[in-house]
């Protein structure tokens, strides 16, 4: 995989690279604002292309698969952002969310230096393998782990907990604990929504091994 685009504005690329921990003034945090609509707009007009029989629910399962932290944080790997990142601490839980980040801000990057159509057509290029990958639409954690859940153990229900989010409160961090079957599990995010997936995926994973 390779990011098939050449910055003009160096300056512009390394403040796409640059993480808050590093410089809490001069980094890619608006970048990445920018980066994450264009993504998401982009994504979401190239899955309505590839997918025309597919309702809105279908859709929106495979865009959230898409455009998530694992699957960026996988892009930005592949392209080689993790050797040219200047961040700060990225151990642990946080390499993930930085890189992803990072490949945001590198789209938000090519969109203020070239526009949407370079953006998008750069992303359309990346993201239509990652696409077409799934024959089906994916069920969203939440989704997967009630299901797994009431087959296990017919009428019950996982239990979602949200606890106090941490950090600046500009950028907070969101922590969400879901119990179901006698073991609980806990997620973080950028959002309620997304700590929620992350947690119901971690269950997931801890129930069925």
């Known amino acids: 995989m390779k990011l098939n685009y050449t910055f003009k504005d160096k300056k512009l690329l390394e403040l796409a690279l640059t993480q808050s921990g590093v410089?809490?003034?001069?980094?890619?945090?608006?970048?990445?604002?920018?980066?994450?609509?264009?993504?998401?707009?982009s994504v979401a007009a190239l899955l309505y292309e590839m997918y025309p029989n597919e309702a809105e629910g279908d859709l929106s399962r495979r865009h959230a698969t898409l455009v998530s932290t694992n699957t960026l944080a996988d892009v930005a790997k592949q392209i080689g952002l993790e050797k040219q990142l200047h961040h700060g601490h990225m151990t642990g839980g946080k390499i993930n969310h930085i890189l992803a980040n990072a490949m945001e801000a590198i789209l938000?990057?090519?969109?203020i230096e070239s526009g949407f159509e370079v953006a998008r057509s750069i992303?359309?290029?990346?993201?239509?393998?990652?696409a077409a990958a799934e024959i089906t639409a994916p069920k969203d954690a939440k989704t997967a782990l009630q299901e797994y859940v009431q087959k296990m153990d017919s009428g019950a229900l996982p239990i979602y907990e949200y606890?106090?989010?941490?950090g600046a409160s500009h950028n907070p961090e969101f922590s969400v604990t879901v119990t179901?079957?006698?073991?609980?599990?806990?997620?973080?995010g950028s959002?309620?929504?997304?700590?929620s997936l992350d947690a119901a995926e971690k269950l997931l994973k801890s129930l069925a091994f």
Request: proline share 2%; net charge negative; hydrophobic share 40%.
């Open 123 to 130: 992303i359309v290029e990346i993201w239509t393998d990652l």
């Open 191 to 195: 959002s309620k929504k997304n700590a």
């Open 108 to 111: 938000g990057a090519i969109f």
């Open 23 to 41: 410089d809490a003034k001069h980094n890619n945090e608006r970048l990445e604002f920018i980066g994450d609509r264009v993504l998401g707009l």
């Open 163 to 166: 606890n106090e989010p941490t």
């Open 180 to 188: 179901a079957l006698g073991k609980s599990a806990t997620g973080t």
